[in-house]
């Protein structure tokens, strides 16, 4: 706040006892201000003199609105990619978030179900300030004892045999997409042209790099950047003859599939769509990957979707949650598909650092206890009663859907208008799906009570609709 700088063309009373010349949110670097008498005063933002640290802009009934001036910092700096909601957030707590006007929300996005310990978790704090003090990056060239340990619990906890890290979602698909076109090559080594296509689904989200952008249904993400990865067909999400129909032996090498879409708008597949393609894939040679970026790790009240249905993957993919807010992400393979990997197949100079893996450790052991997990689907269906008891009648809601803590409300209007009022409310809240689907992916830890006060905030609301 107090990196103003001032500086005087002319020996005039010091601009502190005449704080209102001075307009401090305006961009232009040197503010200049003719007085009556004819003295220049002008307020040069890059200068070295510093405003003393004792000049309380407060008490001098000078407006510096912290939030604002980075919101018009960030449109300065930053490229345009994020149509951000218009709030700069300072810390959290919990399922807590403040703003710099010292605005408290209750947090039903988690930083789109990433933050599932919630904001500051104690547990999960120590181990990152412990590991920032012991080690925390050191390529993948060396030995980590953290990352082995985290593929460990990893290979536990679920269907796989190895790990690859990554550093976010999208590189854990492109990890997938490499790993299944060098299977293809390696198990069919009299082969002139092995398979290389893939399958996905209406609704997908994949990510945004270009082979996981290509399996990203919406055209409007894709069609900005072409071409991207080619030889992508997209099949009706759920649409079982269809998808037996697209997944051919000798062209697809896999098939991509959220069990629960997340960004599509919170759908869940059938059991028999996930058996089907489980089949198909069988029967042609594909690899079934299962897309668990934002439905895994214990959102559904599984500590992985498809645990729900019995169905089990070549390769799953896992992020946002993993680490507790840091970069993270990961392709779990079963032995089958890693043994095909060698060398140099892939890789990553970050993925999988000490800093990253010991706090994950700590995120995947508290989310895989069976009571944490009950918990989730107790208030998961509590959430689901809740808004359908509260917005249920009203003429916009559709649907109230979704399974555990990733739960979606379809609405017949955009979502934005409700979003917006709930955010003044003190809300957060996400948009998902053609922008009409409301996206509630609360930290995992948030109690019913908490549940309880999002829903009546919603439903208070939904006048904003009409
Ligand atoms: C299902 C799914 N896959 C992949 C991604 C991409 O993850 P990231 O944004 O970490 O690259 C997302 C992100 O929302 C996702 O929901």
């Given at each position: 706040?107090?990196?103003?700088?001032?500086?005087?063309?002319?020996?005039?009373?010091?601009?502190?006892?005449?704080?209102?010349?001075?307009?401090?949110?305006?961009?232009?670097?040197?503010?200049?201000?003719?007085?009556?008498?004819?003295?220049?005063?002008?307020?040069?933002?890059?200068?070295?003199?510093?405003?003393?640290?004792?000049?309380?802009?407060?008490?001098?009934?000078?407006?510096?609105?912290?939030?604002?001036?980075?919101?018009?910092?960030?449109?300065?700096?930053?490229?345009?990619?994020?149509?951000?909601?218009?709030?700069?957030?300072?810390?959290?707590?919990?399922?807590?978030?403040?703003?710099?006007?010292?605005?408290?929300?209750?947090?039903?996005?988690?930083?789109?179900?990433?933050n599932a310990l919630g904001h500051?978790d104690?547990d999960w704090?120590?181990?990152?300030?412990?590991?920032?003090?012991?080690?925390?990056?050191?390529?993948?060239?060396?030995?980590?004892?953290?990352?082995?340990?985290?593929?460990?619990?990893?290979?536990?906890?679920?269907?796989?045999?190895?790990?690859?890290?990554?550093?976010?979602?999208?590189?854990?698909?492109?990890?997938?997409?490499?790993?299944?076109?060098?299977?293809?090559?390696?198990?069919?080594?009299?082969?002139?042209?092995?398979?290389?296509?893939?399958?996905?689904?209406?609704?997908?989200?994949?990510?945004?790099?270009?082979?996981?952008?290509?399996?990203?249904?919406?055209?409007?993400?894709?069609?900005?950047?072409?071409?991207?990865?080619?030889?992508?067909?997209?099949?009706?999400?759920?649409?079982?003859?269809?998808?037996?129909?697209?997944?051919?032996?000798?062209?697809?090498?896999?098939?991509?599939?959220?069990?629960?879409?997340?960004?599509?708008?919170?759908?869940?597949?059938?059991?028999?769509?996930?058996?089907?393609?489980?089949?198909?894939?069988?029967?042609?040679?594909?690899?079934?990957?299962?897309?668990?970026?934002?439905?895994?790790?214990?959102?559904?009240?599984?500590?992985?979707?498809?645990?729900?249905?019995?169905?089990?993957?070549?390769?799953?993919?896992?992020?946002?949650p993993?680490?507790g807010?840091?970069?993270?992400?990961?392709?779990?393979?079963?032995?089958?598909?890693?043994?095909?990997?060698?060398?140099?197949?892939?890789?990553?100079?970050?993925?999988?650092?000490?800093?990253?893996?010991?706090?994950?450790?700590v995120v995947?052991?508290k989310i895989?206890?069976?009571?944490?997990?009950?918990?989730?689907?107790?208030?998961?269906?509590?959430?689901?009663?809740?808004?359908?008891?509260?917005?249920?009648?009203?003429?916009?809601?559709?649907?109230?859907?979704?399974?555990?803590?990733?739960?979606?409300?379809?609405?017949?209007?955009?979502?934005?208008?409700?979003?917006?009022?709930?955010?003044?409310?003190?809300?957060?809240?996400?948009?998902?799906?053609?922008?009409?689907?409301?996206?509630?992916?609360?930290p995992l830890i948030?109690?019913?009570?908490?549940?309880?006060?999002?829903?009546?905030?919603?439903?208070?609301?939904?006048?904003?609709?009409?």
């Amino acid at each position: 706040m107090n990196s103003l700088n001032l500086s005087f063309t002319n020996s005039i009373s010091s601009v502190i006892d005449r704080p209102s010349l001075f307009k401090l949110t305006q961009p232009a670097k040197s503010l200049v201000r003719v007085c009556n008498d004819g003295r220049k005063i002008s307020a040069c933002l890059n200068l070295d003199v510093k405003v003393p640290d004792s000049v309380n802009f407060e008490k001098l009934g000078l407006e510096f609105d912290e939030g604002k001036d980075i919101m018009e910092r960030e449109k300065r700096v930053l490229v345009g990619t994020y149509d951000r909601a218009k709030i700069a957030i300072k810390s959290g707590k919990g399922c807590k978030l403040y703003d710099y006007e010292g605005r408290e929300y209750l947090d039903m996005t988690a930083g789109i179900a990433v933050n599932a310990l919630g904001h500051c978790d104690p547990d999960w704090v120590n181990a990152v300030v412990e590991q920032a003090n012991t080690l925390t990056h050191i390529s993948n060239i060396y030995y980590s004892k953290e990352q082995v340990e985290l593929a460990e619990r990893l290979v536990e906890s679920s269907f796989a045999d190895k790990v690859f890290f990554s550093n976010s979602g999208t590189e854990a698909n492109e990890a997938a997409i490499k790993f299944a076109r060098k299977f293809q090559r390696f198990t069919h080594p009299n082969v002139k042209e092995p398979a290389t296509d893939f399958i996905a689904f209406t609704n997908s989200f994949h990510g945004r790099t270009m082979g996981a952008l290509a399996l990203t249904s919406k055209e409007q993400y894709r069609a900005p950047h072409e071409p991207v990865m080619p030889g992508v067909t997209f099949v009706e999400y759920g649409n079982i003859e269809a998808a037996k129909e697209a997944i051919q032996r000798g062209k697809v090498a896999a098939v991509f599939v959220e069990p629960i879409q997340g960004e599509g708008g919170i759908y869940s597949a059938t059991l028999e769509f996930l058996q089907a393609l489980r089949t198909a894939c069988d029967d042609t040679g594909a690899l079934l990957v299962f897309d668990e970026v934002q439905c895994g790790l214990g959102r559904s009240g599984y500590l992985w979707a498809h645990e729900a249905y019995g169905v089990f993957p070549d390769i799953m993919t896992v992020a946002k949650p993993l680490a507790g807010g840091l970069p993270i992400g990961a392709a779990l393979l079963t032995n089958r598909v890693a043994s095909t990997i060698e060398f140099g197949n892939h890789g990553s100079t970050f993925a999988g650092e000490p800093l990253v893996c010991k706090p994950a450790l700590v995120v995947l052991e508290k989310i895989s206890k069976p009571q944490f997990l009950d918990d989730v689907s107790k208030k998961g269906q509590y959430l689901k009663q809740l808004l359908v008891q509260k917005m249920g009648a009203n003429k916009h809601v559709k649907e109230v859907r979704g399974v555990g803590l990733i739960v979606g409300i379809e609405l017949d209007v955009p979502a934005k208008p409700l979003v917006e009022a709930c955010a003044e409310s003190g809300l957060l809240i996400l948009i998902a799906g053609n922008g009409n689907v409301v996206r509630l992916v609360p930290p995992l830890i948030i109690s019913e009570h908490e549940l309880e006060h999002a829903a009546q905030i919603m439903s208070d609301k939904l006048s904003v609709l009409d």
